[in-house]
Every structure is written in C-alpha cells, then in structure tokens.
Nanobody, 119 residues
Framework: QVQLVESGGGLVQAGGSLRLSCAAS????????MGWFRQAPGKEREFVAA????????LYADSVKGRFTISRDNAKNTMYLQMNSLKPEDTALYYC????????????WGQGTQVTVSS
C-alpha cells in the first residue's frame, strides 16, 4: 500500500519561496507518475505539477509555469515542489498523489500541507 507524507508548508510573504516534500513508501515506484495538487477554500482541487518517476519528465499547470519546479530523488523515494515568486492566490492545501500505471489514476493521496501566502 502506497503511503505519502507531505511536509514543508507554512506562511510566507508574497514573492517568497517554499519547498514542499512528499515522502513515499510502501512499494517501488517504477512506471508511476507523481503529482502535486492544491485546493483553496471554496474551490475545487486543481492540478499543479507532475513528474514521471522513471525519466523525470514533467508537466505544469499554466498558473505555476516558470515559478514552481517539481523534482524527485529516487534514492530517497521523495518528491519535491520548489515554489518561488509565491502569490496570495497560491494559498491552498497542497497534496501529493501517486498515479498507478495499472489504473492510470491518482489513487494514492497524502493528507496535505498548508501553504499560506500573505500580501
């Protein structure tokens, strides 16, 4: 069973930076994709970024391109989200998720870490 634990959230001023981490355990992640999602109060959960565990190819939402960078450390089974030039609209609960190659769905989720950006 896949387990995902996020960390690194916090309160930061607009223009600042944070780095989120997602520690994954429970299996090997060959052929998995891992992603970051976020949900702001009163809004639906939205995709932020994803990375292929094998070749590290990446995908970003338009709203974060050029500001956020997703990466992974295979040896540590950990994924990261470096967030720069943060804006108040980035305020949300950030989740990491794993997409199984069997189901092609994000079917494993962490509990989330809060990011708050003050203006």
């Amino acid at each position: 069973q896949v387990q995902l634990v996020e960390s690194g959230g916090g309160l930061v001023q607009a223009g600042g930076s944070l780095r989120l981490s997602c520690a994954a355990s429970g299996r090997t992640f060959n052929n998995y994709a891992m992603g970051w999602f976020r949900q702001a109060p009163g809004k639906e959960r939205e995709f932020v970024a994803a990375i292929n565990w094998n070749d590290a190819s990446t995908l970003y939402a338009d709203s974060v391109k050029g500001r956020f960078t997703i990466s992974r450390d295979n040896a540590k089974n950990t994924m990261y989200l470096q967030m720069n030039s943060l804006k108040p609209e980035d305020t949300a609960l950030y989740y990491c998720a794993a997409r199984s190659p069997t189901t092609s769905r994000y079917d494993s989720w962490g509990q989330g870490t809060q990011v708050t950006v003050s203006s």
